[in-house]
């Protein structure tokens, strides 16, 4: 895997140049936003024709059905509780996948013949799919919130390592040495230096890693679960009721787009300033 194809999108790093003004940008935003909500629109349309004409609502549910399931979830309240049982597990699963990925890929970063030596085999492990590390995740840690919390881990670390890792071998060593020059130590190298510059690399590695420790307890729920929205989907699909699945499928994307707006408002500010000091 190569870091450098983990980038963040131009409308994740809204950096508005000295001419625009408060008008322009307001009217950007707006514009941008009417052409969603016009897409959405549009996508719904087409999925209601296409439902029972083209398609068998056996396969193809329409929309209101799919709505009516999201709404007898929400008054029973199991959609709520499913969301939890899926996001604390995918969190406390990206919680320590963070903090190895950052830990190892400092201490690769700057232990350039112990990383020369690794990487063949950290790709190696990369590699390996992760549904073909279940049966052994299951004989280790047994089923239940600890598989999941393991395979969210193991889903997020990788992606999560390789930025981390990428993003500080890239930081420039001319800063560094002037920060040498001025009687910095080495903690302040890493803390003010290292870090910093590496940061939008590492919220680049949180927006793939998160969403992936989500897919990761999915696919626990999917296998082995008796909660969550893995097995409300599985349970579903199980019971060939097409508007239930279609149903759990658009909260998985819920939850993944309301990981991504959170993660990019948190960050917005740091990120701005990255960018900005490239045009300085």
């Known amino acids: ?7 963040i999108t131009g409308d994740d790093l809204p950096v508005a140049s000295a001419s625009a003004g408060p008008s ?12 969603r909500v016009a897409f959405i629109i549009a996508i719904l349309l087409l999925w209601h024709f296409a439902s029972g004409n083209l398609v068998k ?7 209101a059905a799919v709505l009516g399931e999201l709404a007898g ?34 201490t690769l970063a700057m232990a350039k013949f112990a990383a020369d030596v690794l990487e063949p085999f950290i790709a190696a ?7 073909a590390l279940v049966p052994l995740l299951i004989l280790w840690l047994g089923i239940g919130d ?3 919390v393991g395979i969210a881990a193991l889903a997020a670390f990788f992606l999560m390592f390789y930025n981390v890792y990428f993003g500080l071998r890239e930081v420039s060593q001319t800063l560094i040495d002037q920060v040498l020059i001025a009687g910095g130590s080495k903690w302040d190298i890493a803390l003010r230096v290292r870090l910093p510059s590496a940061l939008i690399w590492v919220v680049a590695g949180t927006k793939l890693a998160l969403p992936h420790s989500v897919v990761g307890v999915v696919v626990a729920e999917f296998l082995t679960g008796n909660k969550g929205v893995g097995f409300m989907l599985s349970s579903n699909a199980n019971h060939f009721n097409a508007a239930g699945t279609f149903a759990a499928v658009a909260v998985l994307a819920a939850i993944s787009f309301i ?17 900005a000091g490239k045009h300085n």
Request: proline residues 5%; glycine residues 6%; positive net charge.
């Open 1 to 7: 895997m190569s870091a450098s194809h983990n980038s």
């Open 57 to 63: 609502t056996f396969y193809l549910p329409k929309p």
């Open 259 to 275: 990981l991504d707006r959170v993660i990019f408002y948190l960050t917005k500010r740091a990120l701005m300033w990255k960018e």
């Open 146 to 148: 600890e598989l999941s």
């Open 125 to 131: 492990l990369y590699g390996i799919p992760i549904i």
């Open 73 to 106: 979830w929400i008054n029973d309240g199991s959609l709520w509780s499913n969301i939890a049982a899926t996001l604390i597990p995918a969190m406390q699963g990206f919680i320590i996948a963070s903090i190895l990925a950052i830990v190892l890929g400092y």
């Open 24 to 35: 322009s940008f307001t009217s950007r935003k707006l514009r941008l936003i009417g052409g």
